[in-house]
């Protein structure tokens, strides 16, 4: 089992950054890869950006503006946000997989319980 935490989620205006952290505990947290999807009001859950130990992926709509790291001494992945857009407003959660890495959120085996980003105009 793989216990996730985020945090870091709050109000922004528009043009503002914000980091997000998501703590892992119970298991080896190097071996996993990570990612963050988000989920607006009404909308599907969408992937933003994933990190293995090689390389790491986003959707284009984040690209230049969000960047994920990790930090495996102190078993946490972050997701610096900036420039963000209203747009940008979701539900983000911090998403495991021991054997997957990509943007299918089904593969993903241990998730946290979301942290709530607004962006106002």
């Known amino acids: 089992q793989v216990q996730l935490v985020e945090s870091g989620g709050g109000l922004v205006q528009a043009g503002g950054s914000l980091r997000l952290s998501c703590a892992a505990s119970?298991?080896?947290?190097?071996?996993?890869?990570m990612a963050w999807f988000r989920q607006a009001p009404g909308k599907e859950r969408e992937f933003v950006t994933s990190?293995?130990?090689?390389?790491?992926a986003y959707t284009d709509s984040v690209k230049g503006r969000f960047t994920i790291s990790r930090d495996n001494a102190k078993n946490t992945v972050y997701l610096q946000m900036n420039s963000l857009k209203p747009e940008d407003t979701a539900v983000y959660y911090c998403a495991a997989a021991r054997f997957f890495y990509g943007s299918n959120s089904e593969r993903y085996n241990y998730w946290g319980q979301g942290t709530q980003v607004t962006v106002s105009s």
């Open positions: 990190i293995s130990t090689l390389t790491t």
């Open positions: 119970g298991r080896t947290f190097s071996n996993y890869n």
